[in-house]
T-cell receptor
Framework: EPEVTQTPSHQVTQMGQEVILRCVPISNHLYFYWYRQILGQKVEFLVSFYNNEISEKSEIFDDQFSVERPDGSNFTLKIRSTKLEDSAMYFC???????????FGPGTRLLVL | RKEVEQDPGPFNVPEGATVAFNCTYSNSASQSFFWYRQDCRKEPKLLMSVYSSGNEDGRFTAQLNRASQYISLLIRDSKLSDSATYLCVVNKGGGSYIPTFGRGTSLIVHP
């Protein structure tokens, strides 16, 4: 069964450093998403991406965040200058059609020191 | 009122029990509703979509009450493997497909 994959599974970084989180969505999917989940809290939507552009984003997704689909398979989330409060699990998700259900990747656990 | 509200639990039930969770949502424009399951430190996985007429999938039954703006999940004949956090997810609606997650309800099924 096809699945969403994410790398790395864990990342530790120093405050102020840039990180890039990588995702490979399911191959025939067209809609891509990033979410975060701070430990013990709810899953929060960050951004959705379709047709090579951002379609919706939340207030969390400020100027320090960016997304890119650099080739036909990868979908990346960049955090330009990490803060302590960026420590969270980051999930990528994808779906084929807008009204269909989305499939989540296993997540990247980011720890900012 | 929170956008999506759930009782965090935990619900601690014996194997074989029937357990029900409720979730309320604040946005009357919401059109799509889901229950996800999340195991500890894992990704959310879709359990079932929730349709207006209610729907059943094996031991799981989901109901939607638009007038009162709540959805429910009923689990019959609980198994140990049902132990997880159950997330209520509601799309914003009004042309937006942004999903809003509840904080989840924790279920512990014991022998």
């Amino acid at each position: 069964e096809p699945e969403v994959t994410q790398t790395p599974s864990h990342q530790v970084t120093q405050m102020g450093q840039e990180v890039i989180l990588r995702c490979v969505p399911i191959s025939n999917h067209l809609y891509f998403y990033w979410y975060r989940q701070i430990l013990g809290q709810k899953v929060e939507f960050l951004v959705s991406f379709y047709n090579n552009e951002i379609s919706e984003k939340s207030e969390i997704f400020d100027d320090q965040f960016s997304v890119e689909r650099p080739d036909g398979s990868n979908f990346t989330l960049k955090i330009r200058s990490t803060k302590l409060e960026d420590s969270a699990m980051y999930f990528c998700a994808s779906k084929r059609e807008i009204q269909e259900t989305q499939y989540f990747g296993p997540g990247t656990r980011l720890l900012v020191l | 009122r929170k956008e999506v509200e759930q009782d965090p639990g935990p619900f601690n039930v014996p194997e074989g029990a029937t357990v029900a969770f409720n979730c309320t949502y604040s946005n009357s424009a919401s059109q799509s509703f889901f229950w996800y399951r999340q195991d500890c430190r894992k990704e959310p996985k879709l359990l079932m979509s929730v349709y207006s007429s209610g729907n059943e999938d094996g031991r799981f039954t989901a109901q939607l009450n638009r007038a009162s703006q709540y959805i429910s999940l009923l689990i019959r004949d609980s198994k140990l493997s049902d132990s997880a956090t159950y997330l209520c997810v509601v799309n914003k609606g009004g042309g937006s497909y942004i999903p809003t997650f509840g904080r989840g309800t924790s279920l512990i099924v014991h022998p």
